[in-house]
């Protein structure tokens, strides 16, 4: 039984007398069909030749990538680390609000620096 060869490119399958005939080309076990192989080999310019190996450097190049760039779960301290840093930035937005009255500035300043501290140990106690 043979199996099915399929054209990297165009996703056809590449017929077994395209194969016996060579018009069909296989690159690194991967089967490129006749239409394909003859356009790759009308253009001169090394992309269009071999489009398969671009392809295949451009993919080696994104799963590089992706290894070096690593998420790092939250856990339940980051994520109220987090939504206190929210809480800060609205405090010091309403101390500066109202920077006319003193008294209520210094208050919301206060609590922005207490929620502050807060969100900095929810931070490290999730490391």
């Known amino acids: 039984m043979t199996d099915i060869k399929i054209c990297e490119i165009c996703r056809k399958s590449v017929p077994q007398k395209?194969?016996?005939?060579?018009?069909?080309?296989?690159?690194?076990?991967?089967w490129i069909c006749a239409q394909c192989a003859a356009i790759g080999r009308k253009h001169k310019d090394p992309f269009h030749?071999?489009?398969?190996?671009?392809?295949?450097?451009?993919?080696?190049?994104?799963?590089?990538?992706?290894?070096?760039?690593?998420f790092?779960?939250?856990n339940v301290w980051t994520v109220l680390g987090a939504v206190?840093?929210?809480?800060v930035v609205f405090g010091v937005a309403v101390s500066?609000?109202?920077?006319s009255k003193?008294?209520?500035?210094?208050?919301?300043?206060?609590?922005?620096?207490?929620?502050?501290?807060m969100a900095l140990t929810f931070f490290t106690i999730g490391k």
Do not use: P, T
């Open 102 to 117: 003193l008294g209520i500035a210094l208050w919301w300043m206060g609590l922005a620096v207490v929620l502050q501290v």
């Open 18 to 30: 395209d194969i016996d005939q060579g018009l069909a080309v296989e690159r690194n076990g991967k």
């Open 49 to 70: 030749q071999d489009v398969l190996a671009s392809l295949e450097k451009i993919n080696e190049e994104v799963r590089s990538v992706y290894r070096i760039v690593s």
């Open 96 to 99: 500066f609000s109202q920077i």
């Open 72 to 74: 790092k779960e939250a």
């Open 84 to 87: 206190l840093q929210i809480f």
